[in-house]
Nanobody, 119 residues
Framework: QVQLVESGGGLVQPGGSLRLSCAASGTIFGINAMGWYRQAPGKERELVATITSRGSPNYADSVQGRFTISRDNAKNTVYLQMNSLKPEDTAVYYC?????????????WGQGTQVTVSS
């Protein structure tokens, strides 16, 4: 089992910045892709950004150019730097990790961290 713990959420004014972190622990064979998803009230969970084990990023169109995903493989940690935040970025942000285990690819989720963008 892999545990994911997110941190860094909070309340920020429009145009501000936040940095989210997600640390993986537990039985780690080698984590493949990691990523961030978000879910706003009344909406479905949506992809924000993902990054491969080699550091190749992928972004949702809505955050392209404002958010940057990165990871530290030695620390099994993924980060999300969020700049120029907008009220529509308000959501619970979830960390996700994929690991190839003896029984196949398995996905793990963190508990979520609230990001609120408001003046």
């Amino acid at each position: 089992q892999v545990q994911l713990v997110e941190s860094g959420g909070g309340l920020v004014q429009p145009g501000g910045s936040l940095r989210l972190s997600c640390a993986a622990s537990g039985t780690i064979f080698g984590i493949n892709a990691m990523g961030w998803y978000r879910q706003a009230p009344g909406k479905e969970r949506e992809l924000v950004a993902t990054i491969t084990s080699r550091g190749s990023p992928n972004y949702a169109d809505s955050v392209q150019g404002r958010f940057t995903i990165s990871r530290d493989n030695a620390k099994n940690t993924v980060y999300l730097q969020m700049n120029s935040l907008k009220p529509e970025d308000t959501a619970v942000y979830y960390c996700n990790a994929a690991q190839l285990e003896p029984r196949g690819l398995k996905y793990y989720w963190g508990q979520g961290t609230q990001v609120t963008v408001s003046s």
